[in-house]
């Protein structure tokens, strides 16, 4: 693994179901972020980690959830999706998440359409 | 309210030079950052500026006045792979960033 991955590439999902978004990283940084991305809207933070152990809400969390067990993990989880949840997920990582220096890193990505 | 603007798109020409624009107000500043991301993929980290002036990397510059709560990304000698989204993004005292909804530059030959 080089960077940060994300699983999967794409997926097409019924209203209503559970779906978990898996996020990893290599490099070993304190802090990771789940953005959603839509047209004509800048990235919109929906979760944050500092650290392993601690989370925090972003911009728009309703309807997600993560958990930070680990350094590399970050999953993120709709419990019931909704169609309004159709967007792209990028995960990213950065150092600190503390510092004005901190350059946050993405993942590829996950396109998600809920019907 | 938090708030970051940028032209929705942009046109030049191979070979020419271009600026695009970033205007801000957020709930305190660390820093201002560049992101470059081609359709379809994610996005890039290009640069930092965190005090007044102009930061220079290679064909790319970045220009930030705080007191202006403005900033400018510079292209020079526009290459065909550089036709992607341009992001601009604050970093806000509790050191998340706001977004701004990118600038689309289109290159033509």
């Known amino acids: 693994i080089a960077g940060i991955t994300q699983a999967p590439t794409s997926q097409i999902l019924a209203a209503g179901r559970r779906m978990t978004l898996r996020c990893t990283q290599d490099m070993r940084h304190n802090a990771m972020y789940w953005y959603r991305q839509d047209l004509g809207l800048g990235l919109r933070l929906i979760h944050y980690?500092?650290?392993?152990?601690?989370?925090g809400k972003g911009e728009v969390p309703d309807g997600y959830s993560v958990s930070r067990a680990n350094t590399d993990d970050f999953p993120l989880t709709l419990a019931s999706a909704v169609p309004s949840q159709t967007s792209v997920y990028f995960c990213?990582?950065?150092?600190?998440?503390?510092?004005?220096?901190?350059?946050?890193?993405f993942g590829p990505g996950t396109r998600l359409t809920v019907l | 309210g938090q708030n970051i603007d940028q032209p929705t798109e942009m046109t030049a020409t191979e070979g020419a030079i271009v600026q695009i624009n970033c205007t801000y107000q957020?709930?305190?500043?660390?820093?201002l950052f560049w992101y470059q991301q081609h359709a379809g993929e994610a996005p890039t980290f290009l640069s930092y500026?965190?005090l007044d002036g102009l930061e220079e990397k290679g064909r790319f510059s970045s220009f930030l006045s705080r007191s202006k709560g403005y900033s400018y990304l510079l292209l020079k000698e526009l290459q065909m792979k550089d036709s992607a989204s341009y992001l601009c993004a604050v970093m806000d005292s509790n050191y998340q960033l706001i977004w701004g909804a990118g600038t689309k530059l289109i290159i033509k030959p």
């Open positions: 500026n965190v």
């Open positions: 980690s500092n650290t392993a152990g601690t989370t």
């Open positions: 957020t709930s305190g500043f660390n820093g």
């Open positions: 990213a990582s950065s150092d600190t998440g503390q510092a004005t220096t901190d350059t946050q890193y």
